[in-house]
Nanobody
Framework: QVQLTESGGGLVQSGGSLRLSCAAS????????MGWFRQASGKEREFVAA????????QYTDSVKGRFTISRDNAKNTMYLQMNSLKPEDTAVYYC?????????????????WGQGTQVTVSS
């Protein structure tokens, strides 16, 4: 079992930036894909980005392409989400997720491990 813990959320003005981190503890090994999801109030959890074990493959939802960058540092067992040019519609609880797989899942049900979430609020 892998435990995931997010950090880095907060309140930021529109156009600002935040960097989220997801620290993994417990046994992790190749190939452990990881992803970010978000859930706005009253809405379903949606895919944001995913990254392969070695970081060679990434995937983003269209609404964040060009603004968000996913990365990971396996030596530190940590994944990141750099969020630039934030918009009010990015406001949500952001969750990190993980799964032992060679592919990059984009649906919540495909992931096995989840963090507790971190709130991101973007004011207009």
């Amino acid at each position: 079992q892998v435990q995931l813990t997010e950090s880095g959320g907060g309140l930021v003005q529109s156009g600002g930036s935040l960097r989220l981190s997801c620290a993994a503890s417990g046994r992790t090994a190749s190939p452990y894909a990881m992803g970010w999801f978000r859930q706005a109030s009253g809405k379903e959890r949606e895919f944001v980005a995913a990254i392969s074990w070695r970081g060679g493959a990434t995937q983003y939802t269209d609404s964040v392409k060009g603004r968000f960058t996913i990365s990971r540092d396996n030596a530190k067992n940590t994944m990141y989400l750099q969020m630039n040019s934030l918009k009010p519609e990015d406001t949500a609880v952001y969750y990190c997720a993980g799964k032992y797989t060679m592919v990059l899942p984009t649906t919540p049900s495909a992931y096995d491990d989840w963090g507790q979430g971190t709130q991101v609020t973007v004011s207009s």
